[in-house]
């Protein structure tokens, strides 16, 4: 294939298999039939039409593969029910204090003794004091499982397009069961040895956080990581070196022809029987595909070994390959092996980051002087150049991390990597020897730690936009091209021009007097964002789990800045319970200004007011009453609630937290006279609320359920819908919506826009 005709064939490839991640449905497969003739008639008769049949045929092979990995998942009618399962874990398993989590390939699964159709990988949770679990072991579990499905919120992660990227077919969780074993299986695998070389550095390295950074540089383990060092390698840039990156592959291959060079050194006679440069080329890919097996082939990992071996096969075919060639080479291979590849930014990172490295960096010689202008216009151009797609895949960017990048990269790739690469050898080859090498890394890289963690807490180090769309996207991407573009084309500077959509969002906000509701989708909880022209108020934050993953740090944060909204004025936590008031810390810390109120504040982690029926206060012509607790009520729990009425110009918003029927009476006696209201239903749908005389008396337009999908409650209840559906109020629930949009016009009637799962529909969501 010639230069051109394989990167011609990439870019095509690549079009293909991106229109099918966009459908909402996948194609008929007599459609992809037609397409695939039509591909290989373009193909033969036609060669000018070529790139039109790799086109044709990416659409046909991504849609394919996509009915695959989407078929391949549990049948929707036999989720909630217990099978046995046996398998063996892949990866390595995470232990947490309330769980061990782990990824399980199944080998058979049976029902009720029957034999379940039921392959791929399955992730599990084993609550309540899990056996001590390795890597390559085989169990016989009983599980209770169910489909992937994820939370939908603006700027949220997407779950189940994760699912799809890493073929999980089910989720669930291991049931107590006497017949839980493990059984006879494989000695040893990839995953054993990077799990015996995590904890061989353990062994040798005294300070835990120092062992984790060198077991995430090494073997790709990020198990002894928390949310803090991610959060300040968000900071600083440079997530892509905490795990092992592509350019430590790199450095990996070069490891490998140094030890060519060492053989040859030593037994001169071997150029007889081999020449040096074809020795070399074949030490670098085998050193390289080794440590990517250590690491677990990631994506950044794999993009770089294909890209070693297209060049190591040049060489030892004597043919010459340019780095754009094996560029458009890789991303073939990747694609032909895994067109659901795309689906996850490290793809995206990797690709776009090499390419504008390739186009907008000319070699300026040798030496030193040259290799250093190359390591510093290399950062910025990186930084720049993949900023879109950094606020496009996680919402938040980092001013420093060009700066911290240019300190990162050459300490990391040429200092601790070669270290911890040598003393992960010796750990096989003579184990005493290692642990004076593992030493020097360690302290080197608790130094960088140290640097990066302060520069985590410079000006601009997070740094949030509203969402990202792709509009804007695809014209920042262009306006880095042009901005980097050689010396000599003119108006380069014109390219920062195009990058005003991206970093200036049209953001329409509220008229006086009316105000705009973001039920987000956080699960079996509940969590509300109010936003009126000038002001913002949170009504709960969502739970947190002991295993520390915090819903307002995963939903409720990235929502607000994903919206555009950089100020908070009031947080409301309903009361104590922790599926309301789990991420309310988070929240209150990123926004320490904001007015606090609860039903509960004993039991709060931060301090809070007590809510009182009778506060009233008016935020741009949008009126706000507590109607309940009432005033010297005492701890009542659930019925200690804050239940928040917001009057706009237009139509009324009742938010009732989890209160029971017992308080009912009181709050529909305190609403007042006005138009019906939108209401949250109390206590996600619960059988101790919404009584027949409360949906009477409150005569709601709109019921809306913050429930999880078929959580163990059972919320909604079956009986309570029915009461709505008698007084025919339409009920929805985030559960099937995702997050849901409500405006409230000054001049017209409450709106409800279709929630997220139907905004941002793809084939993956359920």
Not at 109 to 133: C, E, F, H, I
Not at 221 to 245: F, K
Request: with cysteine.
């Amino acid at each position: 294939m010639a230069r051109l005709g394989a990167i011609t064939a990439a870019s095509a490839l690549l079009a293909g298999v991106l229109l099918v991640q966009w459908l909402p449905q996948l194609p008929p497969h007599w459609s992809l039939a037609l397409l695939l003739l039509a591909a290989a008639w373009l193909a033969w008769r036609c060669p000018r039409w070529r790139w039109l049949a790799w086109l044709l045929f990416g659409i046909v092979w991504a849609a394919w593969r996509g009915g695959v990995a989407m078929d391949a998942r549990l049948p929707r009618a036999l989720e909630g029910r217990d099978f046995v399962v046996v398998g063996t874990i892949a990866d390595l398993p995470l232990a947490h204090p309330d769980a061990s989590r782990f990824t399980l390939q199944v080998e058979r699964a049976t029902l009720d003794g029957q034999p379940v159709a039921l392959r791929g990988r399955v992730t599990v949770s084993w609550y309540d004091g899990a056996p001590p679990l390795r890597p390559c072991s085989r169990w016989r579990l009983s599980l209770r499982l169910k489909r992937p499905r994820g939370l939908l919120d603006p700027g949220g992660a997407d779950s189940e397009r994760s699912a799809l990227e890493r073929g999980i077919v089910a989720t669930g969780y291991v049931r107590d069961d006497p017949d839980n074993a493990p059984l006879a299986g494989a000695r040893w695998c990839v995953d054993g040895v990077r799990d015996t070389v995590a904890r061989g550095i353990a062994a040798r390295v005294r300070d835990r956080h120092d062992a984790a950074l060198l077991q995430a540089f090494t073997v790709g383990d990020t198990r002894g990581l928390q949310q803090r060092d991610w959060a300040v390698a968000r900071a600083n840039g440079v997530s892509h070196l905490i795990a092992i990156s592509g350019f430590h592959v790199g450095v990996a291959a070069v490891f490998g022809v140094w030890l060519a060079l060492l053989a040859y050194a030593l037994w001169p006679r071997l150029g007889l029987w081999l020449p040096r440069p074809q020795a070399q080329a074949a030490a670098a890919l085998l050193v390289a595909a080794v440590y990517s097996a250590l690491a677990g082939f990631g994506l950044p990992t794999v993009r770089t070994l294909l890209m070693i071996a297209v060049v190591a096969l040049a060489r030892c075919s004597r043919r010459g390959s340019s780095g754009a060639q094996s560029l458009a080479l890789a991303m073939i291979a990747i694609l032909l092996a895994d067109p659901l590849a795309v689906l996850a930014a490290g793809f995206w990172l990797s690709f776009v980051g090499v390419a504008f490295l390739m186009l907008c960096l000319q070699s300026r010689g040798r030496g030193l002087r040259a290799f250093l202008h190359e390591l510093s216009a290399g950062q910025l151009v990186m930084t720049v150049a993949l900023l879109p797609l950094t606020l496009w895949f996680f919402g938040q960017a980092s001013l420093v991390g060009a700066l911290s990048n240019l300190i990162a990269v050459p300490v990391v790739s040429f200092v601790i990597v070669p270290c911890a690469l040598l003393g992960m050898l010796l750990l096989g080859l003579c184990p005493p020897l290692a642990a004076p090498v593992l030493w020097l890394a360690a302290r080197i890289a608790h130094a960088q730690w140290w640097l990066l963690e302060q520069m985590a807490t410079w000006p601009g180090a997070h740094w949030y936009l509203p969402a990202v769309h792709a509009p804007a996207l695809l014209l920042a991407v262009l306006g880095a091209l042009w901005l980097f573009l050689p010396r000599g084309v003119p108006l380069r500077g014109l390219g920062l021009l195009l990058f005003l959509p991206l970093l200036w969002p049209p953001l329409p906000r509220p008229a006086e007097g009316a105000f705009q509701v973001w039920v987000l989708d956080v699960g079996q909880g509940l969590s509300v964002l109010l936003r009126t022209r000038e002001h913002v108020l949170v009504y709960d934050a969502g739970a947190r789990y002991p295993s520390g993953f915090d819903l307002g740090e995963a939903v409720v944060l990235p929502s607000i800045h994903a919206l555009g909204i950089g100020r908070l004025d009031m947080l409301m936590i309903s009361h104590g319970d922790n599926d309301h008031a789990g991420g309310a810390e988070v929240v209150a810390d990123a926004f320490p200004d904001a007015q606090r109120l609860t039903g509960e504040p004993s039991r709060m982690r931060v301090p809070m007011q007590q809510c009182v029926a009778g506060q009233a206060w008016q935020w741009d012509g949008v009126h706000f009453r507590v109607l309940n607790p009432a005033r010297g009520a005492g701890d009542r729990d659930n019925d200690s609630s804050c239940v928040l009425l917001v009057e706009g110009r237009g139509g009324r918003l009742l938010l009732t937290g989890d209160i029971s029927s017992k308080v009912e009476p009181q709050v529909a006696a305190a609403l007042g006279p006005g138009p019906p209201p939108v209401m949250l239903v109390p206590h996600h749908g619960s059988k101790t609320s919404s009584s027949a005389a409360f949906i009477a008396a409150v005569r709601p337009r709109l019921a809306l359920v913050s429930a999880g999908w078929h959580n163990r409650f059972g919320h909604p209840k079956p009986e309570v819908l029915a009461r709505y559906a008698d007084a025919h109020v339409p009920v929805f629930d985030t559960a099937r919506q995702g997050a849901m949009v409500l405006d409230f016009p000054a001049a017209a009637p409450p709106r409800r826009a279709p929630g997220w799962r139907q905004r941002q529909a793809r084939y993956w969501r359920e």
